[in-house]
Structure formats: structure tokens, C-alpha cells
């Protein structure tokens, strides 16, 4: 597996990580414990150097897997999980705390959860308007020269709250979700990574599981799988959208690939100093997402790629009302 670096950062990591939030959290009921240690290790032993987890997933389930999985590699890897909501006594979410003396307390927890005596990369997980993005990198600065961190990143956040977080403490990724169907980060947000040398980790970049070919307008989701109040997963939005996928299907077949590969292909294609962190519960799909970092686009691939999406609107919000007034703030 090859490696990247994080924008200017000393922050080297597989081209292609592992989002391990599907794991406990999200899409449907949680995975069995011992089956998602074996899968996480087994990513180590293909390569992959770079986990995803945050303390919402569960909440804080997830990074109990993830420690325990990853304790045996700990020199070999790196961790990335995130703060920013508060949470009830059943775990409930609550909204947003991003208060200095909160992004402390989740830290030493998360180091416990974790097994970890620093976490490689701590972010923002969406942006907190009652608190000043100032605030928060000044107060990630200090668990940095603590010792307790040892990178800062921002999720979801819009380029005027990058760079303001940047001048305070030097921001080495932003995570926001980028994909064949979600391209908005190319208009504000990738120039200004480019700019200010912060690199870039891509979640849902197969687009939560729809550019792989294997989800349609029948496809029936658990009755706890988030993708139920997605107003892009509705069954004609699907319907609507599978032109998309027809499109990739089409190069995958001329490249001997799968929609998933070329999709993870196009996006490793983009830049350089991105790393997309795409996730699953199944050996099979992660053998086939590592796949994709062998699989070279030429530029007629490429050119082929935009010519044939450009033709397509993608149908449907990315994210239900609630949660789409949390992102690109």
C-alpha cells in the first residue's frame, strides 16, 4: 500500500485508510466485537496504517474496538478520532460542545478508550458556532504541547473557519465527505487546503455505499440505518441516481475494476495529499477498496470519468435539515 502525507504535515498514512464508525454506529446494529477486531486487523496486515473512529460512534463504543484492535500495532498506525458533541446518561446526543475545558475531558477519555498515550489526529467534528474556532484550536494546541495530541483537524468546517483555526494552530487535515456524487469541496474548500498545505480525508467516498453498484431504487435499509432520513437514498432519488453508477459500471468494466475501485481511483486522482477513509464490515469489500490504490486513470480515464458524470444530477440532499445546517460552517 502506498503512503501519503497529509498536506505539509509529517503526517504519513495509507492512500487509503479505514472508517471504522459503520463498525458500531450508523448502518444498522452494531457489528459483532470480535469480527470487527479481526477485520481491523486484518487491514493492518494489508497495509493500511490509518483508522478512523470518533466518540460519537456509539457513542464511544466504537473506539473501544478500535483500541483493542489496534493495541498490538500501536507504533505501526494512526489514530484519528474527533470531539465536539455532548451526550446524555443513555448516550444521547445533546448537540454541540466545543467549550475548551469539554475538548480536554474528551481527550483524556478517548486516551483511555483508545489505549493510546496521544492521539495522532484529533478533530473538530462539526463546527460549533457558540464557541469561537479560535477557542477550540487554542485549547487542541495545548493538549499538542501536553503531548496528548499530536495533530489538529477540522470536519465539515467551510474555508473561512479553516483558515481562522489555522492561524491559531496549523491545521493538518480536514475530513468533510467528497465523492463522484458529492463534489461541493471543489469549489471553496480544496483551493484553500491547497493554499494553506493542509491535507485532505474524504468519508462516504463511495458515497454511503452507492457507488458501489449494489444498492438500488428496492434496496430495504435496517430500520436503524441512518440512510432511511437520507433525501438522496429515497427510493426515486435512487431510482434517479443510478445513472451515476451505470456510468461507472461502464469504465469499470473497460478497466477490469469495480465501480467501487474506479470511484476510490478518481478520488486518490484528485490530489496528491488526500486519503479517503472508506468503511465496511466485510473482508471481501475491503480487500476490493484496497484494490483501487493499484489501479492507475490515465487522463483519458479521467476525461472519460467527468465527461460521462457531468451529464448527471445527482437527486436528492446529502443529509437530512437537522444535520445539513452543521456542515460547511
Given at each position: 500500500m502506498q503512503k501519503r502525507k497529509l498536506g505539509k504535515s509529517n503526517l504519513e498514512v495509507s492512500a487509503i485508510g479505514l472508517g471504522c464508525m459503520g463498525m458500531s454506529f450508523g448502518y444498522g446494529p452494531a457489528g459483532d466485537k470480535q469480527e470487527m477486531t479481526a477485520l481491523i486487523r486484518s487491514a493492518v496486515e494489508r497495509g493500511v496504517t490509518f483508522f478512523d473512529t470518533a466518540e460519537a460512534y456509539g457513542p464511544f463504543t466504537n473506539e473501544e474496538v478500535v483500541g483493542e484492535a489496534l493495541a498490538p500495532f500501536r507504533n505501526q498506525v494512526a489514530i484519528a478520532t474527533k470531539f465536539g458533541f455532548k451526550f446524555g446518561p443513555k448516550g444521547e446526543q445533546l448537540g454541540l460542545d466545543s467549550r475548551p475545558e469539554h475538548i480536554k475531558q474528551v481527550a483524556e477519555a478517548s486516551l483511555k478508550r483508545l489505549k493510546i498515550e496521544a492521539i495522532d489526529l484529533f478533530y473538530q467534528h462539526r463546527v460549533d458556532l457558540e464557541v469561537p474556532i479560535e477557542e477550540v484550536a487554542g485549547a487542541v494546541k495545548d493538549l499538542m504541547q501536553q503531548g496528548k495530541v499530536k495533530h489538529f483537524g477540522l470536519s465539515e468546517a467551510g474555508a473561512k473557519t479553516i483558515r481562522r483555526a489555522h492561524a491559531v494552530q496549523p491545521v493538518t487535515a480536514l475530513q468533510s465527505e467528497y465523492s463522484l456524487w458529492w463534489r461541493q469541496p471543489e469549489e471553496e474548500v480544496l483551493p484553500t487546503l491547497e493554499e494553506l498545505g493542509i491535507g485532505f480525508v474524504p468519508f462516504s467516498p463511495l458515497g454511503k455505499g452507492f457507488l458501489t453498484g449494489k444498492i438500488d431504487a428496492n434496496t430495504q435499509f435496517h430500520s436503524t440505518d441512518f440512510r432511511n432520513v437520507v433525501p438522496r437514498f429515497t427510493p426515486e432519488a435512487r431510482k434517479a441516481n443510478q445513472a451515476l453508477v451505470d456510468s461507472l459500471c461502464t469504465i469499470a468494466a473497460q478497466k477490469q475494476a469495480t465501480p467501487a475501485q474506479i470511484a476510490l481511483a478518481w478520488l486518490l486522482a484528485q490530489k496528491p495529499w488526500l486519503a479517503p477513509i472508506p468503511g465496511t464490515r466485510k473482508l471481501?469489500?475491503?480487500?476490493?477498496?484496497?484494490?483501487?490504490?493499484?489501479?492507475?486513470?490515465?487522463?483519458?480515464?479521467?476525461?472519460?470519468?467527468?465527461?460521462?458524470?457531468?451529464?448527471?444530477?445527482?437527486?436528492?440532499?446529502?443529509?437530512?435539515?437537522?444535520?445539513?445546517?452543521?456542515?460547511?460552517?
Open positions: 471481501e469489500r475491503l480487500e476490493e477498496n484496497l484494490g483501487a490504490a493499484a489501479i492507475h486513470l490515465t487522463a483519458d480515464d479521467l476525461r472519460q470519468i467527468e465527461s460521462a458524470t457531468a451529464k448527471i444530477t445527482v437527486q436528492g440532499a446529502r443529509y437530512p435539515a437537522h444535520l445539513e445546517k452543521l456542515v460547511g460552517r
